[in-house]
């Protein structure tokens, strides 16, 4: 898929964009952070917020694996 089309522009804060060419998954940032523990859980948050698990705000203890 096009990384110009419409439908990718708002990628950062949707998991699931569908288009004429298919449909692309986004996954939160809490997927490559060393602190992600599962779904909801991370060491350095007992809980992750929920802005951050969907992409709408920047998690400021993230860390790249």
Known sequence: MSQNTNEQISTDKMRFIESGEGLLVSFPRCVKC???KGNFE???????PEEYMSNEEECPMFEQE
């Open 34 to 36: 060393k602190f992600n």
């Open 42 to 48: 991370c060491e350095a948050l007992a809980r992750k």
